[in-house]
């Protein structure tokens, strides 16, 4: 297993576009996690999966934002009518949950940073 | 989301350990205490995690307070590559990792 990957590495968009970025976790992975991050900041929390479903959407992601995880597989974040403010770098991120009793540490891809112009 | 408390920056030696704290005055009996570091262009790479006894592996030890109030990463050699941005983060059920600021770590040749 490689990891986590994302794709494209590196985005560039005029403003007004939509954009889209893709996650592939580590296979067995049951939970998948999109953050952003903006300079000399921390990640912040966008929303995760559990499987397919979304369980949780920080207030960060805003009407234009939607992320989905069809077949509990992979992951897209599609960023609509994109403004200067979203140029981030969004990770991605996953993890096994195993249950309450246990914890797991979570695998973050390389990221995709989005400029936007 | 219960909250730590880190220093913006460090700096240590090459080969030298580093002891990088973190208080988490408010944590509850069910949080785990992750660590995770980023270098610079890369994502968040895991470093440790422990609940309540000390934790060791290749990478690092991590030291926890008996009263769980406070929590220490040790790096017993720092190398060059060790050079990134430490995060302490509260862990509870199934809550998200919720990343604060972290230490900068400064490895001096």
């Known amino acids: 297993d490689t990891g986590v990957s994302q794709d494209p590495r590196h985005k560039i968009t005029k403003r007004g576009q939509n954009v889209t970025f893709r996650c592939d976790p580590i296979s067995e992975h049951n939970r998948l996690y999109w953050y952003r991050q903006t300079l000399g900041q921390g990640p912040e929390f966008l929303t995760y999966?559990?499987?397919?479903?979304?369980?949780?959407k920080s207030r960060l992601l805003s009407d234009r934002f939607s992320a989905e995880r069809p077949k509990g597989s992979f992951s897209t974040l599609e960023i609509q009518r994109t403004e200067q403010g979203d140029s981030a770098m969004y990770l991605c991120?996953?993890?096994?949950?195993?249950?309450?009793?246990?914890?797991?540490?979570?695998?973050f891809g390389q990221g995709t940073r989005l400029t936007v112009v | 989301d219960a909250k730590t408390t880190q220093p913006n920056s460090m700096e240590s030696n090459e080969e030298e350990p580093v002891h990088l704290p973190c208080n988490h005055s408010?944590?509850?009996?069910?949080?785990?205490i992750h660590w995770y570091r980023q270098l610079p262009s890369q994502g968040p790479e895991y470093v440790i995690h422990g609940l309540t006894s000390n934790v060791n592996n290749r990478m690092a030890s991590l030291a926890i307070a008996e009263d769980r109030k406070s929590s220490t990463l040790i790096l017993h050699r720092a190398t060059l590559r060790d050079a990134a941005v430490y995060y302490c983060?509260?862990?509870?059920?199934?809550?998200?990792?919720?990343f604060g600021q972290g230490t900068r770590l400064t490895i001096n040749p």
């Open positions: 983060i509260l862990r509870g059920g199934a809550q998200k990792l919720v």
């Open positions: 999966f559990q499987n397919e479903a979304q369980l949780e």
């Open positions: 991120a996953s993890r096994l949950e195993k249950g309450r009793k246990t914890d797991t540490e979570a695998f």
């Open positions: 408010t944590i509850s009996g069910t949080d785990y």
